[in-house]
């Protein structure tokens, strides 16, 4: 949940301020309960904004403090340019809200304040209505949630470990477009970082790890492609990874991969699955975003629905559409979390269905390709992509579903079978999607996140392409 401040604006006479003070009071305890009971951590201003300095140091006071939205709140009449004043101090995202009571003119208090900002160029949203409405605050909480996902990506570094991969120009953004629309920085890191690491790690945690897979997730070992030996060379790039992450302070990430390590070293499959798995085997721990293939803009997708989901998040390839029942196979070597599997917080429960089959011919360095099928349930779907040098998101709301063992089974095989697989039902007609959709990669997190990734959108400066059949 967020950290909102509230800071209620009055009136500058102060006779009038004095006859109303005890009503915006009231107010203002109802608003701040009520969100505080959604979860949110509720930063009030010290008093109501009744003159120009205090506009400035109450803002500043809510600002140091530091939130996620300041909610400027009008249960009242109130002196325009204290909004104006405020907003000077609070370097982040503003809501205006305002009650409908015809006792007190607060609407025309929040049309007012909203007209001069306006009037300046500075960007807020508006809401009405009472604190009671469950679905007042819901809204609140949908802008509060988006501007903390997207504060969080401002300072943020991803770590591009190795490069473009395989000519995938949709793997590859402009650093300094990163930075000026997102606030991140990227940091480039050799692939020779994993092998070195890999091979110097403790050969003690290797064989732990190796056994606690063994013992939780169905190991097919061949002796050629999947030997114990590969696997935890894996298992070491994973630990490679874990390194590179804490040294050098690293957000989110991405490997390229393919061709290198894949050729002649082993699959990232291993590495990239359980860096965004919610644990390992030495428990829980915070889910990593990491991209294959070095894939900036679906990591920087990823990282968003991360921070607004706060769940693992999908990363495929659009693999195959299977016409006659009309789902994707999302589908792609080694990438999804074991999370998706079941979706359970006990990672046996997850493994129990997850297969680590010796990779297939496209990767001869060989290792375990990580086998599972998502588990059914509705699910946010898209990805930014960039037209004619311009971010916009594509998002769509779908669904995962998951079928008899034999359909299953069947449906798997007509791709590659060893990759993990998800069944998707697009809220949007095959021909719209494949005429429109600007990579091949799709990313998913449950639930309908639609509201939140629109509004984190409109703070980023990003467009929307929203995909329906409506
Ligand atoms: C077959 C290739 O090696 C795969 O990596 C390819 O299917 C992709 O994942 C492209 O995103």
């Known amino acids: 949940m967020a950290r909102i401040g509230v800071i209620s604006i009055s009136d500058g006479r102060d006779y009038v301020h004095g006859g109303i003070a005890g009503f915006i009071r009231t107010a203002e305890d109802k608003l701040a309960d009520r969100l505080g009971a959604a979860g949110h951590t509720v930063i009030r201003g010290s008093?109501?904004?009744?003159?120009?300095?205090?506009?400035?140091?109450?803002?500043?006071?809510?600002?140091?403090?530091?939130?996620?939205?300041?909610?400027?709140?009008?249960?009242?009449?109130?002196?325009?340019?204290?909004?104006?004043?405020?907003?000077?101090?609070?370097?982040?995202?503003?809501?205006?809200?305002?009650?409908?009571?015809?006792?007190?003119?607060?609407?025309?208090?929040?049309?007012?304040?909203?007209?001069?900002?306006?009037?300046?160029?500075?960007?807020?949203?508006?809401?009405?209505?009472?604190?009671?409405?469950?679905?007042?605050?819901?809204?609140?909480?949908?802008?509060?949630?988006?501007?903390?996902?997207?504060?969080?990506?401002?300072?943020?570094?991803?770590?591009?470990?190795?490069?473009?991969?395989?000519?995938?120009?949709?793997?590859?953004?402009?650093?300094?477009?990163?930075?000026?629309?997102?606030?991140?920085d990227v940091e480039e890191i050799d692939q020779w970082e994993i092998v070195r690491r890999a091979e110097l790690a403790d050969a003690g945690e290797k064989v732990k790890a190796r056994e606690w897979l063994e013992q939780h997730a169905n190991v097919h070992y061949d002796g050629e492609k999947l030997t114990p030996a590969l696997l935890e060379r894996q298992i070491g790039s994973y630990m490679a990874m874990r390194e590179l992450i804490d040294e050098?302070?690293?957000?989110?990430?991405?490997?390229?991969?393919?061709?290198?390590?894949?050729?002649?070293?082993?699959?990232?499959?291993?590495?990239?699955?359980?860096?965004?798995?919610?644990?390992?085997?030495?428990?829980?721990?915070?889910?990593?975003?990491?991209?294959?293939?070095?894939?900036?803009?679906?990591?920087?997708?990823?990282?968003?629905?991360?921070?607004?989901?706060h769940t693992p998040v999908l990363f495929a390839d659009v693999r195959h559409y299977h016409s006659d029942r009309d789902i994707w196979d999302l589908c792609n070597s080694g990438q999804h979390a074991t999370w998706f599997a079941a979706r359970s917080d006990d990672p046996a429960e997850n493994l129990a269905r997850v297969h680590l089959y010796p990779e297939v011919f496209f990767f001869p360095a060989g290792g375990a390709s990580v086998h599972h099928l998502a588990a059914p349930g509705e699910m946010t779907l898209g990805r930014l992509t960039r037209k004619d040098g311009a971010y916009r998101m594509q998002l769509m709301l779908g669904s995962f579903e998951s079928y008899d063992e034999d359909t299953n089974q069947a449906l798997m095989k007509q791709s590659t079978f060893e990759w993990p697989h998800a069944f998707a039902r697009l809220d949007a007609p095959a021909e719209m999607f494949l005429s429109r959709f600007g990579a091949n990669h799709i990313h998913a997190i449950p639930g309908d996140h639609r509201a939140t990734v629109r509004t984190a959108c409109s703070l980023l400066g990003v467009t929307l392409d929203e995909f329906t059949r409506a």
């Open 47 to 184: 008093a109501p904004v009744s003159t120009n300095t205090l506009a400035t140091s109450v803002a500043r006071e809510v600002a140091a403090v530091g939130v996620d939205l300041t909610v400027l709140h009008y249960a009242v009449w109130a002196f325009p340019h204290f909004t104006m004043l405020a907003a000077g101090s609070l370097p982040g995202p503003l809501l205006l809200l305002s009650n409908v009571d015809p006792v007190q003119p607060g609407m025309v208090g929040m049309l007012a304040a909203g007209g001069a900002l306006d009037q300046i160029g500075r960007e807020h949203i508006r809401l009405w209505g009472d604190p009671d409405s469950a679905e007042l605050i819901i809204q609140i909480g949908v802008h509060a949630k988006a501007a903390a996902a997207v504060a969080s990506l401002r300072g943020a570094t991803f770590g591009r470990i190795g490069g473009r991969p395989m000519g995938m120009n949709t793997a590859v953004a402009n650093t300094d477009q990163w930075q000026r629309q997102f606030g991140i």
């Open 248 to 309: 050098w302070n690293l957000d989110f990430t991405g490997i390229k991969g393919q061709p290198e390590l894949t050729q002649y070293f082993a699959t990232m499959d291993i590495a990239e699955a359980l860096l965004n798995d919610p644990y390992d085997w030495n428990g829980p721990k915070e889910s990593h975003v990491c991209a294959t293939e070095a894939d900036m803009d679906g990591a920087l997708t990823m990282q968003l629905f991360k921070q607004i989901a």
